[in-house]
């Protein structure tokens, strides 16, 4: 009887243990920041950001010349954005993710970067004037230009290949819709309008086609048009949950 007492005790104990390590371990941990305010597409899309945070700060702009390896090729280099130094920045790093060097640093979310045509500009996403607009700036992290004006929100610059002209989505009268500019910021056109969201736009390689994300009818899908806005085909549609 007093085996079987003990052992009754020793588990009730085990079990009282193992409910206080859980216990304590229910918040998060004290090193990781709040969740960052999601990119525009996140608000729109039923699409999740995962932030990803690395256990060590990465480096911040370094010089022009020491920026990568002189045998890179511009084409093996990539940019892209991310929260692991607590806050939504653009880093640019090899082909592969080796050696990635942090491109911006500003408190506003710095978002959606996309390479120009020669590798030597980016075009990015960014709050820092108040609302979602886009900017270019050169690979060394100088600059950086600010294309479209103040007001609604502007987002997802897409280069052309010839690197002339800019595909984004901007928020108009309550709805997102794929408009083209230069890249200088002039000559907006707006290509499409629909009140479901359209955006998420990208080039096709001679310059003649854009394709987008549009949400029209309650269907998520994948749609092309022709340049100008004419031809509004869909290609495909999300399955159905």
Request: charged share 15%; net charge negative; hydrophobic share 40%.
């Amino acid at each position: 009887m007093n085996h079987l007492l003990f052992a009754s005790r020793s588990l009730t104990a085990l079990l009282l243990l193992i409910v206080a390590c859980l216990a304590a371990t229910t918040g998060s941990p004290p090193h990781l920041a709040a969740a960052p305010p999601p990119p525009p597409h996140v608000l729109t899309l039923p699409l999740q950001e995962i932030p990803f945070r690395a256990t060590e700060p990465s480096s911040v702009v370094p010089s022009p010349d020491n920026l990568l390896p002189d045998d890179l090729a511009a084409t093996s280099r990539i940019v892209f954005q991310s929260y692991r130094d607590n806050n939504w920045e653009i880093y640019v790093a090899r082909g592969n993710g080796g050696y990635p060097v942090r491109l911006t640093d500003n408190a506003a979310p710095d978002l959606a970067p996309r390479l120009g045509p020669a590798a030597l500009t980016y075009a990015f996403t960014s709050r820092r004037t108040g609302t979602y607009e886009i900017f270019v700036a050169n690979m060394d992290g100088s600059g950086p230009w600010q294309i479209t004006p103040n007001g609604g929100d502007d987002a997802g610059a897409a280069w052309s290949f010839d690197g002339t002209r800019f595909v984004y989505e901007s928020y108009v009268n309550g709805q997102w819709d794929v408009f083209v500019m230069n890249v200088d910021g002039s000559n907006p056109q707006r290509l499409t309008n629909s009140p479901d969201y359209d955006g998420a736009a990208a080039w096709s390689p001679d310059g003649t086609k854009i394709a987008f994300t549009s949400r029209r009818n309650g269907e998520l899908g994948i749609w092309v048009m022709n340049a100008d806005g004419s031809g509004q085909t869909r290609l495909s549609t999300q399955p159905a949950a």
